[in-house]
């Protein structure tokens, strides 16, 4: 089969994660502002969720050059 690589689906959901991840940077700590370890675990999970994005968006599907 001719173009099968051009077929595939690409859409891994890589910015939606990128998208979630920040808004939970952004926001998360001020909806509980009397509780700081709920803020926190917000921008850890913040950060884990974009960098899982990040890595499904743009390195995963790169292919390494020597």
């Known amino acids: 089969m001719a173009h099968n ?9 890589g910015f939606a994660l990128i998208i979630l991840g920040a808004l939970l940077l952004f926001l998360a700590p001020n909806i509980h502002p009397t509780s700081p370890e709920l803020g926190i675990l917000a921008l850890i ?10 890595y499904l ?7 390494r050059k020597i």
């Open 5 to 13: 690589q051009h077929n595939k689906s690409r859409n891994s959901g």
């Open 45 to 54: 999970g913040g950060i884990i969720i974009g960098g899982i994005g990040f």
């Open 57 to 63: 968006k743009f390195i995963r599907g790169r292919e």
